[in-house]
């Protein structure tokens, strides 16, 4: 198949699902062609990739970029220059907006006789964000109900997602449900000198290491982190290692130093790759309060590490309750840092918390399962 990816290319779970999709799908031998404003940051090329920059005109009219209309134009080019199949857009705003007017562009000029594909299907995977906050917003809403339901095939990456989009939205429309995947050759607990080496430098004196990873958006509410952390370390000497950067980062260092626990927290920003981090951790908080799958959980968990979270949207159909970790009410800190601690204490439960983390990852979430889901559905979409 030739197949167009159009995705964020920053840090963020929809990008790095894109992205890992893309890849897994250009080694099967499939065309993919990301397109976007930048590189998505984890795109290595190879055989079978290719990336097509979205340029933007400037004029001084426009107080506002003209990204959707822009985008349109690039699948356009791209579709016909290539002869895409299908487009994937992965978080609805705007690309499944730019999808639609660009596939009325090439059906008018394939009836007009100007070649093209009269044919071209458009796939959108809801992510997230784009369903429960922004996509509700009253200057989006109306586009993205008209955009989902003009798409060829929806996907969603929980259940959670699927019912919440189509109560919310009114849409009958099916949704798939296809959840995220993880590499897991690249996300394994790593035991080499280096791990043990870092793992001395953080924690020199044998304390638990317990990580968070995000974008430090208010919604992932890393203060409750810290404040978890702050009750944790008073029964047992641990660490807190924060990974990401975003707009809730100052206020969470002055929370670290006001609560005088500031020497016992690393903030590491944006890092790459941290499986290696992951594979000293002892436990993955994830206390958002709003969440449709919780990419960096699984991440957590295929290296073996369990997880406690809050119940937010789609993290009970990740994360279970009393075997992968557990889970507590959104907020509730208290129950947050007795579910840590009492893992942290109890060396057998954690040890069969820690194998269910990693046997549930390998028996759900394996890419090569959810891959073939998604070249199913593509083709299902392209017989349709
Ligand atoms: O919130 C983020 O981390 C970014 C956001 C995105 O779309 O870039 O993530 C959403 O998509 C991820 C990949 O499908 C999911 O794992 C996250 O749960 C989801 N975030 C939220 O629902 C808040």
């Known amino acids: 198949m030739n197949i167009g990816i159009l995705c964020y290319p920053t840090y963020g779970g929809s990008g790095v699902v894109a992205t890992e999709l893309g890849k897994e799908l250009a080694e099967r031998g499939h065309k993919v062609h990301f397109i976007s404003y930048s590189i998505p940051m984890r795109l290595k090329f190879s055989e079978n990739i290719y990336f097509h920059k979205v340029q933007m005109a400037s004029y001084p009219l426009f107080d506002f970029g003209l990204y959707s209309i822009a985008l349109a134009s690039k699948i356009v080019e791209v579709a016909k220059f290539n002869g895409l199949d299908l487009v994937h857009a992965h978080y609805a705003i705007p690309h499944a907006t730019s999808a639609y007017l660009a596939r009325e562009i090439i059906t008018q000029e394939h009836i ?8 071209l299907k458009i796939i959108t995977t809801l992510h997230g964000t784009d369903i429960t906050l922004v996509g509700l917003e009253i200057s989006f ?17 929980s259940e ?28 394994k607990r790593i035991d080499n000198d280096e791990t043990r080496c870092l793992k001395e430098r953080i924690a020199k004196h044998g304390e638990k290491i317990i990580v968070h990873t995000s974008n430090f958006r208010p919604l992932k509410r890393v203060d409750d982190c810290i404040r978890i952390f702050n009750e944790v370390r008073k029964k047992i000497p641990s660490k807190l290692l924060l990974i990401g950067d975003g707009p809730e980062r100052s206020a969470c260092e002055y929370l670290a130093k006001d609560l005088g626990i500031h020497e016992d927290i690393k903030f590491y920003g944006n890092l790459e790759s941290f499986v290696e981090i992951l594979s000293i951790a002892d436990l993955f908080l994830m206390p958002s309060q709003s969440e449709s799958f ?31 970790g557990y889970i507590a009410e959104m907020g509730d800190i208290n129950k947050m840092s007795d579910y ?16 269910n983390a990693r046997e549930r990852a390998v028996t759900l979430f394996a890419s090569d399962k959810i891959v073939t889901q998604y070249e199913n559905y593509y083709e299902k979409v392209l017989k349709a």
Not at 112 to 119: C, I, L, S, T, Y
């Open 160 to 187: 959670f997602l699927k019912v919440k989009t189509q109560s919310q939205y009114n849409i009958d429309k099916h949704i798939e449900v296809i959840p995220n995947f993880i590499d897991l050759e690249h996300y």
């Open 340 to 355: 840590v601690k009492e893992l942290l204490e109890n060396k057998n439960k954690y040890r069969i918390f820690s194998e």
């Open 141 to 157: 809403l109306p586009t993205m109900k008209f955009s989902i339901e003009k798409s060829d095939g929806v996907t969603a990456v």
């Open 112 to 119: 007009n006789g100007k070649n093209g594909n009269g044919n």
């Open 294 to 324: 919780g990419l960096s959980a699984l991440e957590a968990m295929a290296c073996g590490v369990p997880v406690v979270s809050s119940n937010a949207g789609g993290l009970p159909e990740l994360n279970l309750h009393g075997e992968t």
